[in-house]
């Protein structure tokens, strides 16, 4: 998994959870007593590269894309995040209205950087924000980008923001941990069109050994899916709206998916 602050202390009972995605990440860990688990961690290109050359691996928080799936088995959802926003830091003068729609969100990243052709945005480099806002990064200019790879990205990534060296930065709100004279001047905007939530899975290697993994993995979330089981494992990440849209999606799409419970 990825060294990230949420990742810290899985394999310890008493340590709490940082996340939703680590809550879950604990319960399936510790349902898979069949298997000898070790936790490591790791860069991006790290763990991509183990999972293209490794029987036996796993990786837990990997959005599902068709480049990944040629090379990795994956679960059903593991875990939903609240989609990433767009940061700002420090700024004394106020964005275009023009750029805004009338909820209040932004149009969209391109239009903002075409308003600011010499600003920078950082991004976390090998991760995927789901495939409505990869397609948004997609369209921005190489020159407006800084990508940032490797170890402890996501620290460096917000230390970079509040020291000046990127203008803007697109993060999951769980990944931000501001200061509370750093999170004054912290500004945060919402993408128009953006999904509520991106969706996690567990991934494992493409091998025989991986699918079985999976299948097991698989039986184990889906006893994650009740009401009272997810109240008891998300509650304090979720408000109760968003509880209620991930709790009607899991009901539709698995609990009441027969086909679900054979795979």
């Not at 912290?186 to 050994?209: D, M, R, W």
Request: aromatic share 12%; with cysteine.
């Amino acid at each position: 998994m990825e060294d990230k602050t949420e990742n810290l202390n899985l394999l310890d009972r008493q340590s709490p959870s940082k996340s939703a995605a680590t809550s879950v990440e604990q319960q399936i860990i510790f349902s898979l007593d069949q298997y000898e688990i070790e936790v490591k961690r790791g860069s991006i290109k790290r763990m991509n590269h183990v999972l293209k050359t490794t029987s036996n691996a796993c990786i837990a928080n990997r959005a599902k894309l068709k480049e990944r799936e040629t090379y990795s088995y994956f679960s059903f959802p593991q875990s939903f995040y609240l989609t990433p926003k767009l940061y700002r830091f420090n700024q004394n003068t106020p964005l275009l209205p023009s750029l805004f729609n009338q909820q209040g969100e932004l149009n969209s990243i391109k239009a903002l950087f075409d308003s600011q052709p010499n600003d920078h945005i950082g991004l976390a480099d090998g991760v995927s924000f789901g495939s409505y806002l990869d397609r948004e990064i997609a369209q921005l200019k190489k020159s407006n980008i800084y990508y940032r790879g490797g170890t402890h990205r996501v620290f460096a990534l917000e230390s970079m923001l509040y020291a000046g060296r990127v203008d803007y930065l697109l993060s999951l709100p769980v990944d931000m941990t501001p200061s509370l004279i750093q999170e004054k001047k912290l500004e945060q905007f919402n993408i128009a069109g953006a999904p509520p939530f991106v969706i996690a899975h567990f991934s494992c290697s493409k091998t025989e050994f991986g699918k079985q993994v999976i299948k097991d993995i698989n039986q184990h979330l889906l006893t994650t899916y009740s009401k009272d089981k997810f109240d008891e494992i998300n509650g304090p990440w979720y408000s109760k709206k968003d509880r209620a849209e991930i709790q009607s999606y899991l009901q539709k799409h698995y609990l009441d998916n027969q086909i679900a419970f054979n795979k």
